[in-house]
Each structure stands twice: as structure tokens, then as C-alpha cells.
């Protein structure tokens, strides 16, 4: 179909509302709604990329209380009495809230209460990101809109990373050059920016073929090639991963998909020219501190404008091959949308993966399991690199973490205490770097299980509304679906599940992806009985009700957190009073964390009171028995307090719970 009857096409399916005529206030209300749903995953998502991507608490529970406020304001203006729900809705909304139930639920046998609530308080977030886009996305101009908005946010996250390398005199936003050669920011881990590079990819994909506005369009296509350029600075091998996930599934389920390859062809050949001259240039390269790079940077930067503008020449070009409706042309699209055609690709592709897996598959699995995290002198290497860097150990700690209690798990958040109890190499850690694995050794089977049906709903949910569709509500759907698959796959082998930011676009797009659903089911319904609408205004009731039990599950915490960091304020500044004083408050607002509990002890033994530190520094071992670095402060303390048996009796306990540490070894000087 040529651009300019697709487009036309795309008009009449998605809503009057993109075209000329009518007026009044209903027009202009569903352009302000329209505008609204650009506007909020736009503002969401690259407020908390630039506020450091949401893995700090303070960070990601001031993202969740904004959006659980905006649910309130949503509901309050009639949103739930218009909107379509469904099965999908019920089963989707009942697997997030049940499995942030159950990870409150299990800080009653949790080795730490407090990091319970706070992953419960994590789901929290998300659901409130998967509301928002379900009650927002209610109809297909905002569906438009609003993926659209996730699309913008992501591609906008790339250049502002990119600038940071590029031209860091410029952009003074980031760290300062010299420090990792892997691109961190904005959100503070290069894999967590590759995935989300690899998705903007895909979407300025969609978005250069299915945008109904024509700047956005061209401004997708000239994006292009900066973006796969920021993800070859993160060095990234699951940015690979999750670039071949998200656009090879929004390929293979379009219509147009040899025009997205095509398209993306274009971004690659705009941006190959940068990539080769970055590897000349080692101090760009290598993010070395000092004038070479920012000059570097510069040429770079100038090499990165001429490609851009061959991929939007390229793309003209291949605009002009799609109206021309050429013979050769026609018969290569038809031979990318004949299904035999398709099946005997999928099996050669099949086949070639089988090949691969057999010819190298050995070697790269004694490389992915092997305990040595070394890591190349070259970050470029790391593409070609088979090194898990030590993920074989971490999910071998959370497979023997399962067995210990398969059950009901030890708790969410605890994977740490396992990890630093049952781990072989001497590596630090907090994550099991796969959501899947690390639930099931939190929360046993009931909370794997748990996680594993809440994937599966929401993928399974997209695809079924991607079958459904026809048209540009098809593909659509399909980046939507493509999106939510990358961050299942790179969820499965990394740990930015934790991370606010990138979590917001799997949920902000399943919510949008379930709406659509609604409606689908809503018109086959109605289609068969006659029967339209039902108006569920119990969900107004339970939204309200959620949002305020959501508001105070994160008030406390974010108020702790809070306090803390004045507290440490305040004992920088020689202020022990103060200092004192707010962890106090710390304390009271949540007696059940260890956190005030180890400031309070802190605080008491610089002052020199060592019985007041060591009862601070048990009660805070009675709420985090599993935490070996409460045993050796308080060892510590007896120490300073001229109580070496009951010292010596804490560090012991300490290496127990921690064999692998180094400096345990060194006694009480070590870990400092």
C-alpha cells in the first residue's frame, strides 16, 4: 500500500480526531486527551531517566506517589465510569497487586522486613504505571499517542546520553569524562541504557512508517542512527539482545515489514560510519579524561550529522520507490507477506540457529559459566565476548537459595544474604541479575510461579490484541507486543527489573496493550449479544481505595529514607544532636527497619557510648538477622568496648554468614 494511502488509512481507523473539520468542544477535548496521552509516558519516563533512572528508593516512590495522585485526579474526573475493562484487565490487575501483596505478605518469615516492604512497595509503582496507561489508553487516538509518547521519551533518553560522550563541555549534565568507558548514564547502568536504546530503536521504527504526523516521522528515521550509536557506546551485549528482540518481533508481525527492515537498514548505514571512526579513536573509545576526547568527540559528532543525513536521503528514496509502485518492487512485497514464503524463512532461520548453537555452543556456555569475571581491555570486545561475567555463579546461588526453602522462599529482597552466604567468587552483589530466578529463590515457588503468570498474562494479552487487529491498530500492537518482549527476555538475564524507569516502559506499555484488549473483547461482545458497555464504577471505589493504602505503603518509607539522609547530613557537619534526632524520627515512623536502628548505633559509638551502640546495633541484627555486616559493626563495637570474647564470637558469625569475604579475614581493620 503506498505511504499516502496508508496514512489515509490510518486516519479512518484511528479517529476523526487527526483530521481536518469538526469543532466544538468535543473536538477540542479529544485533542487536549490526545495530547495528554503523548504528554504522560513523555514526562514519566524521561523525568525519571534524567532524575537517575528510579533504582534509588527516594526517586522511585516520588514517580510512583505522582502517578498514584494522577490515578485519583483520573478517577475523580469520571475515567473509570468510561472506561472498557475485561478479563485481561481483571487477570493482569490481580497478578501485579497479588504479587505485591505476597511480597509484603512474606516479610512475616523475611530474614529483613524492610526490604520486604520495599520490593513490595516496588510493585506498588508499577502498578500505579500500569493503571495510569490502561485508564489513559482507552481509545485508539491515544493508543497512538500515547506509544508515540513512550517512543519520544526513550529516543530522547538516547540523545541526552549520547550528548554526554559526544560533546561533555557541552552537555555538563553527566559524570565527568574519564570514568567507565560504558555509557551509565542517565540511568546509572550501561545494560539498563542499551535495553532501552534497543527498544527506541524499534519504536522509531514503527513510529518512521506509522506516525500520523509527518515531522515525527522524519524526525524517527534521522533519530536513527544516533540512537544505535548511543548503544554501541554501552558496549552492551544485551542491548544486542534486546535491539534483535524488539525489532525483530515488530518485523515479523507487520505488514510493512520489509520497509521496517529496510528502514532499519538506512539507521545502520547512518550510523556505521561513526562507529568506525569511534573504534580509531581511543580516547573517545575508552572515555579517557583530557582534551583528545572532547575533541574526538567532536569529529564523531560531525561524521554522526553526515550519516544522519544519508539515512534520511535513503529514506526519501525509498519513499519515492514505495509511490512509484514499481513491478519488482510489488513482487517483493508480496513475497514478504506470502506465508510459505514466511514459514520456510522462519525454518531456515530455525535451522541456522540449531547450527550455530552445535558449532559454538559449547565454548560459549564454559565461557558464560565460568566463575572468572574478568573483563577486556577493549569495551568494544565485549560484543564478542561469551563471558557472563559471572551471572552462572549468581543463578547457580539462586537455583541453591530455592532448594533451601522451596516453598514460600526466604523473602523478598533477601537474594543478597543468600548470595553473600552461598557465593564462590568474591564478587559483591544485591541481585540475582534475572527476575525469574531471583523470584523463586524470595519467594518459592508460590511467588516464581507468581511472577512467571504475570509475564505470561500481559505477552499473551498483547498478542492475542495484535491477532485481533487489522491495520495501523495491528502494528500498533506489534511494537507495543515487542516492546513488552524485549523486557521480558532481558529481564530473564539482567536485573534492571529494578529499575523505575525501564520497568515503566514494560508496564506503561502492557497497560496500553490491555485497553486495547478491553475493547476488542468489548465489540466482539457486542457484536454477539447486541449488549454494549457495562459502566464499572466499583473500579472508581477500589482506585481510590488502592491509591490511598498505595500512598501510605510509600509515604513511610520515602519519609525514612529521608531522614536518614539528613541524619548523615547532619553527623557530616558535626551536628550529633541533629544527627540523632532524625534517625529517632526514622525509627518511629517504621520501628520494623533495621536501617535507623544501625544509624543510631553508628551515631552512639562515635560518641564513644558503646552500650548504647551495641542494644542499637542488636535490635537492628533482630530485624536483618541474615546481614553479616550488622554482626561485624557490632563486633566492632564490643571490641572498642574491651569485650573480645563476645567480639570474636560476632566476627565469627560474620564469616559464617559471608565466607567469601576478603576482608573478614583481616579482622576488625578489614572492611573499614
Known amino acids: 500500500m503506498p505511504a499516502q494511502q496508508a496514512l489515509t488509512e490510518a486516519r479512518r481507523q484511528v479517529g476523526p480526531s487527526y483530521g481536518r473539520g469538526g469543532g466544538g468542544s468535543e473536538t477540542w477535548r479529544a485533542r487536549l486527551e490526545e495530547s495528554s496521552a503523548l504528554i504522560s509516558p513523555l514526562a514519566l519516563i524521561l523525568g525519571l531517566a534524567l532524575a537517575g533512572g528510579g533504582f534509588v528508593l527516594g526517586e522511585r516512590h516520588i514517580a510512583g506517589l505522582a502517578v498514584w495522585i494522577l490515578l485519583v485526579a483520573l478517577l475523580a474526573l469520571g475515567a473509570a465510569g468510561r472506561a472498557t475493562l475485561g478479563r485481561p484487565f481483571y487477570w493482569a490487575t490481580g497478578l501485579i497487586a497479588g504479587l505485591a501483596v505476597f511480597s509484603a505478605f512474606s516479610s512475616l518469615w523475611s530474614g529483613s522486613i524492610e526490604l520486604s516492604v520495599t520490593e513490595a512497595d516496588r510493585v506498588l509503582v508499577y502498578l500505579a504505571f500500569f493503571l495510569a496507561a490502561f485508564l489513559i489508553a482507552q481509545t485508539e487516538q491515544r493508543r497512538q499517542r500515547f506509544a508515540e509518547g513512550i517512543g519520544i521519551s526513550l529516543i530522547a533518553i538516547a540523545l541526552v546520553a549520547l550528548s554526554t560522550r559526544l560533546i561533555p563541555h557541552v552537555v555538563d549534565i553527566g559524570p565527568a569524562v574519564g570514568g567507565n568507558a560504558r555509557l551509565g548514564y542517565p540511568l546509572g547502568y550501561w545494560n539498563a541504557n542499551a535495553f532501552v536504546f534497543g527498544v527506541a ?10 506516525s500520523l504526523n509527518a515531522p515525527l516521522r522524519w524526525f524517527a528515521v534521522g533519530a536513527l542512527p544516533a540512537v544505535l550509536l548511543a548503544l554501541y557506546f554501552t558496549y552492551s551485549r544485551g542491548g544486542l539482545v534486546a535491539l534483535a528482540v524488539a525489532c525483530g518481533c515488530l518485523i515479523a508481525l507487520s505488514h510493512d515489514r520489509l520497509w521496517l527492515l529496510a528502514t532499519l537498514a538506512i539507521g545502520v548505514a547512518g550510523a556505521l560510519p561513526a562507529v568506525l571512526a569511534t573504534q580509531d579513536r581511543r580516547a573517545l573509545a575508552d572515555n579517557i579524561a583530557g582534551g ?4 574526538q568527540g567532536a569529529t564523531v559528532l560531525a561524521i554522526l550529522a553526515a550519516g544522519t543525513l544519508l539515512a534520511l536521503a535513503l529514506f526519501w528514496l525509498l519513499r519515492r520507490l514505495e509511490r512509484r509502485e514499481h513491478e519488482v518492487t510489488g513482487r517483493a512485497l508480496a513475497m514478504s507477506r506470502n506465508p510459505t514464503v514466511l514459514k520456510a524463512l522462519a525454518a531456515g532461520l530455525a535451522v541456522l540457529a540449531i547450527g550455530a548453537a552445535i558449532a559454538v555452543g559449547g565454548r560459549a556456555w564454559d565461557q558464560f559459566t565460568s566463575p572468572d569475571v574478568q573483563f577486556t581491555s577493549y569495551p568494544e570486545s565485549h560484543f564478542n565476548d561469551f563471558s557472563g561475567t559471572g551471572r552462572g555463579e549468581m543463578w547457580r546461588v539462586a537455583i541453591d537459595a530455592f532448594g533451601e526453602d522451596p516453598v514460600a522462599g526466604h523473602g523478598a529482597g533477601t537474594y543478597r544474604f543468600s548470595w553473600d552466604e552461598l557465593r564462590h567468587i568474591d564478587l559483591k552483589l544485591l541481585d540475582a541479575h534475572s527476575l525469574y530466578l531471583e523470584a523463586f529463590a524470595e519467594l518459592g515457588l508460590i511467588g516464581g510461579l507468581l511472577v512467571l503468570a504475570l509475564v505470561g498474562v ?23 507486543l515487542a516492546t513488552c518482549l524485549a523486557f521480558a527476555v532481558g529481564a530473564g538475564i539482567d536485573w534492571f527489573w529494578e529499575i523505575a524507569a525501564v520497568g515503566a516502559i514494560f508496564f506503561l506499555a502492557a497497560g496500553t496493550l490491555v485497553a486495547a484488549r478491553c475493547g476488542q473483547l468489548l465489540r466482539a461482545r457486542a457484536a454477539a449479544d447486541g449488549q454494549g458497555d457495562q459502566r464499572r464504577f466499583g473500579l472508581a471505589v477500589a482506585g481510590l481505595a488502592t491509591a490511598w493504602i498505595a500512598a501510605l505503603a510509600l509515604i513511610g518509607p520515602l519519609l525514612v529514607d529521608r531522614e536518614i539522609d539528613a541524619s548523615n547530613a547532619a553527623a557530616a557537619d558535626g551536628n550529633l544532636p541533629s544527627a540523632i534526632d532524625h534517625a529517632d524520627t526514622a525509627r518511629s515512623i517504621e520501628p520494623w527497619a533495621a536501617t535507623p536502628y544501625v544509624q543510631l548505633g553508628l551515631l552512639a559509638e562515635s560518641q564513644g557510648d558503646y552500650a548504647t551502640a551495641e542494644e542499637r546495633l542488636s535490635q537492628a541484627i533482630d530485624r536483618e538477622e541474615g546481614n553479616w555486616q550488622l554482626y561485624y559493626l557490632r563486633s566492632r563495637v564490643e571490641r572498642e568496648a574491651g569485650d573480645a570474647r563476645a567480639a570474636a564470637a ?10 567469601e569475604e576478603a576482608c573478614l579475614q583481616e579482622g576488625f581493620e578489614g572492611c573499614g
Open 650 to 659: 560476632d566476627l565469627g558469625e560474620a564469616r559464617r554468614l559471608n565466607p
Open 292 to 295: 583528545a576526547a572532547i575533541d
Open 458 to 480: 500481559l505477552l499473551w494479552t498483547g498478542f492475542a490484541a495484535w491477532r485481533a487487529a487489522s491495520g495501523p491498530r495491528r502494528e500498533l500492537h506489534a511494537v507495543l
Open 201 to 210: 530503536a524499534a519504536l522509531a521504527l514503527w513510529m518512521s512508517r506509522r
